[in-house]
């Protein structure tokens, strides 16, 4: 079973890359983004709860996530592994999920973080709010709010998963296809 976390800054990548590593390994994506926003079309109480920090570009509180999580893990028994997707974003959601999976017997097998420098991110949401018709990434100063979130609650995770030795790091500029394989090229040294 692979079960890998796909771990950078908003606007890193990792949206693309999960998809093409979903049709490589046939894993099941995991983005809490998108469960977040499938939450709030469908009115849910959690997704207009989660709302109210989504508009002011804060992090949702753990307990929401890893709930959300827990379910589709739990929903999903015979997935030949998972690709977690925007989570975790904060070391209490790291030690939640490794709980989650060593009671199924089931531990990540690595980390993989997409590296890109600041100018680039904030650049690259605003044009991606263009399109994707997400209010967060249409106003710069959100996507700011986004990017000091991730530096202050969400970096730590990296170290989380330094200490276990499953934490590699990619340059997340260039080419989505070279990028790609660059990343393939750690997922398959990581243990199955
Ligand atoms: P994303 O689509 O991953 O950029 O996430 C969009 C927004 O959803 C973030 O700015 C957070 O408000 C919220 N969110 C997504 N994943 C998480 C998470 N793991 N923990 C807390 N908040 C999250």
């Keep these: 079973m692979l079960n890998l976390v796909l771990f950078g800054p908003p606007g890193a990548g990792k949206g ?18 998108d469960l977040l926003r499938s939450q709030i079309a469908d009115k849910t109480e959690l997704g207009l709860k989660a709302q109210e920090y989504m508009n002011k570009g804060e992090l949702v509180p753990d307990a929401v ?8 893990i739990k929903g999903n028994p015979a997935a030949k592994g ?24 089931i531990p990540i097998s690595g980390m993989v973080a997409l590296e890109v420098d600041e100018a680039e991110l904030t650049q690259r949401i605003l044009l991606r709010g263009q399109t994707s018709g997400r209010a967060d ?15 202050t609650k969400t ?3 990296a170290d989380f998963y330094t200490t276990q030795k ?3 790091s990619i340059n997340g500029i260039g080419e989505i ?9 750690v997922v398959d040294k990581l243990p199955q």
């Design 177 to 185: 296809e070279e990028i790609f394989t660059n990343i393939c090229k």
């Design 16 to 33: 693309t890359q999960s998809q093409k590593l979903i049709d490589k390994y046939q894993l099941i994506h995991l983005s809490t983004g």
């Design 137 to 151: 990434d249409q106003d710069e100063s959100l996507v700011k709010k986004r990017v000091s979130e991730y530096n």
């Design 65 to 72: 996530v890893i709930g959300m999580i827990a379910d589709k």
């Design 166 to 168: 499953k934490f590699t």
């Design 82 to 105: 998972f690709i977690f997707d925007g989570f975790p974003r904060t070391v209490a959601q790291a030690e939640a999920l490794d709980k989650m999976l060593n009671d199924n017997k």
């Design 155 to 157: 970096k730590p995770v």
